[in-house]
């Protein structure tokens, strides 16, 4: 046990997850936020992967109903998955203490979209906590389990991409919340949401967030100016660049974004001749400030787009927007030397198929030399739109259409899309391939239903995928690997000319996990 670790923000996020008793972990992976969930099983931690953020949350909530303490990891738009569950726990809360991590992306690192998960607080009305480092990472985690147990509602921990990966000392606690007796009480009307327990609910949710804000009030940090002439409001990774942008101002870092400290934000505000908002992503923080009638400058809309850094801020603060440098080009993403990805999107491109595309590895096959994707919306949505191009297209394309999706994609939200291919199916029928390739190789290689181990490598039972199909209703079913490249590309074209449901699984395990598969086995063994 050591006092002082260097750590990141996802591993002091564990850290502080394994030292106040956090009883489970559970999540799905998304980078920034991988590594949190990892770091945890590999320090002792009680970890897991689910299928999609949806599950992941709803078993951390029954966890939570238990009075354990759960944490659920998450990138920002697998908030996007969980909001259902999310806006409805909100209302009933829970006896243990519930953190949701929303690690956001801004400036799209490895992201579809820049959504500013500030707003998903808002509208679900759940209490928001933003780090600044991974010190805060720390602190804030065990000070948000506190929140939830004192108040009875879940609480996210929003990081974002810098403070995930950047490091620095870590000094952990020795005055730790004690985790309480796990058990279960008999609570209808606050765990069952029929609408006459919901709507009160709703009442208590919103007086609990009012004595939320007043504690968040002594949470926010001010470091005071050198003189009055300016003040900056900020929050997350922002605060550590405004103090080396503008060493001489004064910095509000607000600590808890949502319910917001209004008051201090007002008082801080009217110390100085000029106060400005300084914050990543939207003017979340701005809008509250302008709402409540507290003079404050917005940053000029340019720099919505992206992270902020140390040079970006100085401009904000001399209202430059000026055009920005643009750093030089890097080589474009593409699939690996040798991944068995590359002969399945060869014969699609050359057989000019118009292809429904998904998340995972298998989007760089949107790259140079193959430009095989016509559409990329979401995890799960490659079926979907296949199925929507199929039902919509003329007759001589229709029969060009394919959806592929990835394995652990397909666990994650491609069964829905099957049952709409059988229930809803085209005149034409329609192709998935399925591109297995026995791992959740973007984000890291991580484990998901179909690999047959668990987080941490070890066995656990497997989902066939094949027989899941079938079994749904699938009418032909076929399991190949894709170095059988003229066997692939007859079949595909058979199943294209056919008016049946297809579903063809490309299989070949990923180059990079092919290695530390065969050394799990031989552990198992």
């Known amino acids: 046990m050591h006092d002082k670790l260097f750590l990141s923000g996802d591993e002091a996020i564990a850290q502080a997850a394994l030292d106040c008793g956090v009883s489970l972990g559970t999540g799905y992976p998304g980078t920034p936020s991988t590594e949190i969930l990892e770091h945890f099983s590999q320090?002792?931690?009680?970890?897991?992967?689910?299928?999609?953020?949806?599950?992941?949350?709803?078993?951390?909530?029954?966890?939570?109903?238990?009075?354990?303490?759960?944490?659920?990891?998450?990138?920002?738009?697998?908030?996007?998955?969980?909001?259902?569950?999310l806006f409805t726990v909100a209302y009933s809360g829970t006896d243990g203490g519930l953190v949701i991590i929303s690690a956001d992306d801004p400036g799209m690192a490895s992201s579809q979209n820049e959504q500013d998960n500030r707003r998903y607080a808002v509208a679900a009305g759940v209490t928001m906590l933003e780090p600044t480092d991974s010190?805060?990472?720390?602190?804030l985690t065990i000070k948000a389990f506190e929140i939830s147990e004192k108040w009875r509602l879940?609480?996210?921990?929003?990081?974002?991409?810098?403070?995930?990966?950047?490091?620095?000392?870590?000094?952990?606690?020795?005055k730790l919340p004690q985790p309480p007796q796990t058990g279960f009480e008999r609570d209808i009307r606050s765990r069952v949401m029929v609408p006459a327990f919901a709507r009160i609910a709703h009442h208590k949710l919103r007086g609990k967030l009012e004595e939320v804000r007043a504690f968040g009030e002594t949470l926010a940090v001010e470091m005071p100016g050198q003189s009055h002439s300016l003040g900056i409001i900020t929050s997350g990774i922002s605060f550590q660049h405004c103090l080396d942008a503008a060493p001489e101002a004064g910095v509000l870092n607000v600590v808890m974004s949502y319910p917001t400290p209004i008051n201090k934000m007002r008082e801080f505000a009217a110390k100085y001749d000029r106060c400005l908002i300084v914050e990543e992503g939207d003017p979340f923080l701005w809008e509250i400030a302008a709402a409540a009638g507290i003079k404050a400058e917005n940053k000029p809309e340019m720099y919505r787009f992206g992270e902020l850094n140390v040079n970006r801020i100085r401009r904000i603060i001399a209202g430059d927007t000026s055009p920005e440098f643009e750093p030089p080009k890097g080589k474009a993403p593409q699939l690996c030397v040798g991944c068995p990805h590359r002969k399945s999107y060869e014969i699609l491109r050359d057989l000019g198929c118009i292809v429904s595309g998904d998340i995972g590895c298998y989007t760089l096959g949107v790259m140079p030399p193959f430009q095989a994707i016509d559409t990329c919306v979401c995890m799960g949505a490659s079926i979907g739109v296949g199925l929507g191009l199929r039902h919509t297209l003329p007759a001589d394309k229709v029969r060009k259409v394919v959806s592929v999706i990835g394995d652990s994609t397909f666990m994650h939200s491609g069964l829905t899309g099957i049952a709409e291919m059988i229930y809803n199916r085209p005149a034409t029928g329609h192709l998935v391939l399925v591109l297995d390739n026995s791992t959740t190789a973007m984000t890291g290689l991580q484990e998901h239903p179909g690999t047959g181990r668990k987080l941490d490598h070890t066995e656990a039972a497997q989902i066939d995928i094949a027989a899941v199909v079938k079994a749904m209703g699938v009418e032909n079913v076929d399991v190949i690997d894709p170095n059988d490249q003229d066997e692939l590309k007859a079949l595909i074209e058979k199943r294209l000319a056919s008016d049946d449901t297809s579903v063809i699984i490309v299989r070949r395990p990923c180059i990079l996990a092919a290695v530390k598969i065969k050394s799990y086995g031989q552990a198992a063994v």
């Open 43 to 85: 320090i002792g931690g009680k970890a897991q992967w689910a299928p999609n953020e949806k599950v992941a949350l709803e078993v951390a909530i029954g966890a939570a109903f238990g009075k354990g303490r759960a944490l659920c990891t998450m990138k920002h738009v697998g908030v996007n998955v969980a909001a259902d569950p």
């Open 135 to 139: 010190q805060e990472a720390y602190d």
């Open 154 to 174: 879940p609480v996210f921990l929003r990081v974002t991409t810098r403070v995930c990966h950047s490091k620095c000392i870590v000094v952990r606690s020795k």
